[in-house]
């Protein structure tokens, strides 16, 4: 057998398993892995993690997730009614593992930078420390490209770029000048923050920005664990507060959740990446996992632009079920 033929029979092989991966796994390899064969959450037992958007969706689940493992929590997020609802869930789940006096309600609108220190210096005040910071707040967009106003961009950036970086930097100096140089940032991004997808453009770009500030985070501070989790779509209300092309207007519709990984099994995945320290990781249902894998492999990616319409990246997108008014 020639070395052509040895060559060509592993490149199939590759990708034989690759396509496999595709299929079966609603997250990337490591991540699955992890999941199966990683260390337990139950590792985290006692430590004090910071969630930001922690009253519904995604910071809730992974909430409910880590309290089920004695982990004690900081939750923020701007309703209280809501947090106070989170709490009873978390100690619920928690099966005794947690007190109240292990789950913090700090409420708090992520948009007042000046608020932050003071936020944080509450953590500190109530448990001594922090161990996990989970910025996780934030809000998706639709709109079309050439009709966003520069003030949505701004609005949403500011939201979704820079209060996660002044929050992360407030709490990474503790780590570094406090904790003995050593602590642990984590961001729910998107998988909108790994490839380019149609009708979001600002948010897309936010969260390209918050995977490229947290990874030189990764290469400047070798001391300091980074999570970057990239979810595709998951059934949340998110629509409901998500932004538009117009300022201070948002899409305010449910989604139907069809085709979408639930927030319970996105919680779950998130808290395995934090307890195995995963620097970076993805998930999303079929072809959601596929489309990144490929955008992850540029020539295939620039196949795949010709074959799939924005269209049908757009309906893989919601989930397939397209609302009437984003079609
Ligand atoms: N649902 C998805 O399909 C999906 C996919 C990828 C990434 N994400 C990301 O997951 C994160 C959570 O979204 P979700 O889907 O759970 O939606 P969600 O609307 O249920 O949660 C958003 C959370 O952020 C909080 N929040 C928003 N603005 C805030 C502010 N100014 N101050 C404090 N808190 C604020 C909300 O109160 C809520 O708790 C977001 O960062 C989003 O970009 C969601």
Known sequence: ?????????????????????????????ALWFKSCFGVSISTLRG????????????GRALALNLAKHGVKLVLSARRLNLLEEVKEDCLFDSCGLLSTKDVLILPMDILKL????????????????????????GRSQRANWEEIHTQVDRDLFELDVFSVLHLSRVVVRYFLEQNGG???????????????????????AAKHAVN???????????????????PGPVATEFLLEAFTNKPDEKVGKSIQNRHRL?????????????????????????PVNMLVYISRHSLLLNAVRYLLTKKTLQ???EGNTLQKQNE
């Open 1 to 29: 057998m020639g070395f052509l033929e040895i060559f060509g029979g592993a490149f199939l092989l590759y990708y034989f398993f690759y396509v496999l991966l595709w299929i079966f796994l609603d997250c990337n390899f």
């Open 47 to 58: 430590q004090v993690v910071w969630i930001t958007g922690a009253s519904s969706g995604i």
């Open 114 to 137: 000046e608020e932050h220190e003071k936020h944080f210096k509450k953590v500190l005040d109530h448990f001594g420390r922090l161990d996990i910071l989970v910025n996780n707040a």
């Open 182 to 204: 050593h602590g642990h940032v984590a961001i729910t991004s998107s998988v909108a923050g790994l490839a380019y997808v149609p009708s979001s453009a600002t948010y897309c």
């Open 212 to 230: 490229a500030y947290f990874g030189c985070l990764v290469v400047e501070q070798p001391s300091i664990n980074v999570t970057v989790f990239n």
């Open 262 to 286: 639930t927030a319970e099994r996105c919680g779950f995945l998130f808290a395995v990446a934090l307890a195995n320290k995963i620097e970076l990781s993805w998930c999303g249902r079929f």
């Open 315 to 317: 309906k893989i997108r």
